[in-house]
C-alpha cells in the first residue's frame, strides 16, 4: 500500500527537468551562467508574446472585416425584404430599427478598427518577434554563449533592450496569457508542482485566455442573432408575397 501511494505521489509531482532550470530570483547575485539562462528564458517568452500578437491582431483584422461585410449584408437583405414579402407598418418599422442597429455596430466596428489598425500592428509585432528570434538563435547556438562573462550578458542585455523598445505600442495581456499556458514550464512560480493542481490552473487560464481574447466578438453577434430572431419572429413569420 505505501509503495503504491509513493508512486503515485511521484507520478502527481513535476519532474525537475520539466521545469525551468534558472528559476532563481532574479534579484540574487548569479554566476554569468546563470544570468544568461534567465535572459535566455525573457527572449523567449518576449519573441513567443511578439509572435502571438502578431497573430491575434491579423486575425482580428480579418474578423473585423467579416463582421462589417456580415452586418452589410444584413442591412441589404432587411432593405429587400418589404420587395419581397407584404409587410404592414409595425412590420417596417421593425426593419427600419434593425438596419439601424446594424448600421450602428457597423460605425463603431469601422471605428475601432481605424483607431486601432490592428493590420499595423500585426506587421510590426511580427518584425520584432523575427528580431527577438535572431538574439534568442544567438544566444542557444551563438559561440560566445557557450562561454558567458558579466560583459557578455551585458551586450546580449542590452540588445534586448533595444528590441523591445522599437515597438512603440505594447503587446496585450492576451498575448503573455497565451504564451503561459502554452509554455507553462516557463512560469515555474505560477503553477502547482503536483499535476491535477497543474492542471486545473492551466483549465483556469485557457478559459480566461480565449473568454478575453474572443470577447470583443460577442455583441456583434449577439445583435446579428437577435435581430434575425426578431425579424423571422415578427416580420416574416405572417408576411405573405407581394
Request: some cysteine; proline content about 5%.
Amino acid at each position: 500500500m505505501s509503495g503504491w501511494i509513493e508512486k503515485t505521489r511521484q507520478w502527481m509531482l513535476i519532474k525537475p527537468e520539466d521545469q525551468f532550470r534558472a528559476d532563481q530570483p532574479t534579484h540574487l547575485p548569479q554566476d554569468a551562467t546563470h544570468q544568461l539562462n534567465r535572459l535566455r528564458r525573457k527572449v523567449e517568452i518576449s519573441r513567443d508574446i511578439r509572435m502571438h500578437a502578431s497573430r491575434r491582431c491579423y486575425s482580428r483584422h480579418r474578423a473585423s472585416i467579416y463582421i462589417i461585410s456580415t452586418l452589410s449584408t444584413g442591412v441589404i437583405l432587411l432593405s429587400l425584404i418589404p420587395n419581397i414579402y407584404s409587410i404592414d407598418e409595425s412590420g417596417k418599422q421593425i426593419l427600419l430599427s434593425s438596419s439601424i442597429v446594424f448600421s450602428i455596430f457597423i460605425i463603431f466596428t469601422s471605428a475601432i478598427d481605424a483607431m486601432t489598425n490592428h493590420f499595423f500592428h500585426s506587421q510590426v509585432f511580427q518584425r520584432n518577434g523575427e528580431k527577438l528570434a535572431t538574439i534568442l538563435y544567438d544566444l542557444n547556438f551563438g559561440p560566445k554563449a557557450y562561454a558567458p562573462s558579466p560583459q557578455i550578458v551585458k551586450d546580449y542585455a542590452i540588445r534586448y533592450e533595444r528590441v523591445v523598445q522599437d515597438v512603440p505600442f505594447n503587446h496585450s495581456y492576451v498575448d503573455f496569457l497565451a504564451v503561459r499556458v502554452g509554455k507553462s514550464h516557463l512560469f515555474p512560480r505560477r503553477y502547482s508542482n503536483y499535476r491535477p493542481i497543474r492542471f486545473f490552473q492551466r483549465a483556469r487560464d485557457r478559459m480566461t485566455l480565449y473568454f478575453r481574447k474572443f470577447i470583443w466578438v460577442l455583441p456583434s453577434a449577439a445583435a446579428t442573432l437577435i435581430v434575425g430572431w426578431v425579424t423571422w419572429k415578427f416580420v416574416l413569420a405572417g408576411a405573405g408575397p407581394v
